[in-house]
């Protein structure tokens, strides 16, 4: 009969309130882990968008600062440079930018034609206007990304004469809303 009774209890089983409370702990644990895992995979993601928001920060400085330093910038041989004996006049001054589209500098109608960095003042792009060199779209890449651009005269930022130095400003914000922020200068030489 003892054995029985043994081998009874040990195929019995779990009980209902048993069964609850084991479920309960099991709630209680994800809920943990879960709230430990969430703001891990938001920082995780936020790191990829500062990567690839440098990227394409560096991409786009690269190309504004591979273009001549004004309009009225002799092209070619010669080296003279505005605002030099012999050479025409820069630029007065660069306007602020509107609320919405582009400055009264820039005289070209498209991206391709940009030929000297005032240009890029007061560009505004957003990831679906991106493309690469070979005029690929990067909309899917970039998705919810924004780009500002914005030029000023800057030499007394570095101790020479204004008309020398324009300073590029170049914000791209993410999709998380960070913003970073790049500065280069061009000089006129």
Avoid at 20 to 32: E, F, K, R, W
Avoid at 142 to 148: A, E, F, H, P
Wanted: glycine share 6%.
């Amino acid at each position: 009969m003892l054995k029985r009774s043994r081998t009874l209890a040990l195929n019995r089983g779990f009980t209902l309130v048993e069964l609850v409370i084991g479920m309960l702990v099991l709630a209680v644990a994800l809920t943990l882990i879960t709230s430990v895992l969430g703001p891990m995979m938001r920082s995780s993601s936020e790191t990829w968008h500062q990567v690839r928001a440098a990227e394409l920060g560096h991409s786009l400085m690269n190309e504004i600062t591979s273009r001549a330093f004004d309009e009225n910038s002799p092209r070619g041989t010669t080296v003279l440079r505005c605002n030099q004996a012999g050479a025409s006049a820069c630029i007065a001054s660069i306007p602020a930018c509107p609320a919405t589209g582009m400055s009264a500098a820039t005289e070209e109608s498209s991206r391709e034609l940009y030929d000297d960095i005032d240009d890029y003042h007061c560009l505004r792009l957003n990831g679906t206007a991106l493309s690469n060199i070979l005029n690929e779209s990067l909309a899917d890449s970039y998705v919810g990304y924004q780009l500002s651009v914005t030029i000023s005269y800057a030499g007394s930022d570095l101790a020479v004469a204004n008309a020398l130095m324009k300073r590029i400003d170049l914000q791209v914000t993410t999709p998380t809303g960070d913003a970073l922020a790049f500065r280069s200068y061009k000089g006129n030489w």
